[in-house]
T-cell receptor, first 112, second 118 residues
Framework: QKEVEQNSGPLSVPEGAIASLNCTYS??????FFWYRQYSGKSPELIMF????GDKEDGRFTAQLNKASQYVSLLIRDSQPSDSATYLC????????????FGSGTRLSIRP | NAGVMQNPRHLVRRRGQEARLRCSPM?????VYWYRQLPEEGLKFMVY????????ESGMPKERFSAEFPKEGPSILRIQQVVRGDSAAYFC????????????????FGPGTRLLVL
């Protein structure tokens, strides 16, 4: 079992709809969770981080965390063509020396 | 406040040569991470360093690869005797410090170095 799993996609969503990206992780002791966006040929850029159960909203983005189910998701409301990218889920363990483990990413395509 | 800087942005080497990749973290950041990314694949952790210390090198191949983060100057990822399979994008990220939770541990990425081995 991979430490951080994501559906590779591509996930195709019509413009203006809600895009839902999912991620599961295996280390129950994980404490911090991150979503990064990566455009083709570019470096990852941070969208959000979350470390408490529940929802965290930032503009059109909402991160949802359920530690009991070891599940974290990212919702993108009012999807725009510029949201087309690969979205990377990343998870950090409890220890201060823990490294961040990245999922392989989900490719999102917003169709006009 | 300049972001994470990496150079060179592109590097071409022939098999058997050495590749040196440099990373200057964001100002105020003392933690550096190196990742490798193959085309159409995710980020693979290689090594985590603080100034003058290697904290975690569990993702680093045992041979030919080494990393350092000296007291002064950038972090260096060194690949000796490169082979074609080393061709990839190498990303460096930095964070202010590694705490238990929160923004302090968020990693910010540099633009990457694209290594091509002929």
């Amino acid at each position: 079992q991979k430490e951080v799993e994501q559906n590779s996609g591509p996930l195709s969503v019509p413009e203006g709809a809600i895009a839902s990206l999912n991620c599961t992780y295996s280390d129950r002791g994980s404490q911090s969770f991150f979503w990064y966006r990566q455009y083709s040929g570019k470096s990852p850029e941070l969208i959000m981080f979350i470390y408490s159960n529940g929802d965290k909203e930032d503009g059109r983005f909402t991160a949802q965390l359920n530690k009991a189910s070891q599940y974290v998701s990212l919702l993108i409301r009012d999807s725009q063509p510029s949201d087309s990218a690969t979205y990377l889920c990343a998870v950090k363990g409890y220890s201060s020396a823990s490294k961040i483990i990245f999922g392989s990413g989900t490719r999102l395509s917003i169709r006009p | 406040n300049a972001g994470v800087m990496q150079n060179p942005r592109h590097l071409v080497r022939r098999r058997g040569q050495e590749a040196r990749l440099r990373c200057s973290p964001m100002k105020g950041h003392s933690h550096v991470y190196w990742y490798r990314q193959l085309p159409e694949e995710g980020l693979k952790f290689m090594v985590y360093l603080q100034k003058e210390n290697i904290i975690d090198e569990s993702g680093m191949p045992k041979e030919r690869f080494s990393a350092e983060f000296p007291k002064e100057g950038p972090s260096i990822l060194r690949i000796q005797q490169v082979v074609r399979g080393d061709s990839a994008a190498y990303f460096c990220a930095s964070s202010p410090r590694s705490s238990l939770a929160g923004e302090q541990e968020t990693q910010y990425f540099g633009p990457g170095t694209r290594l091509l081995v002929l």
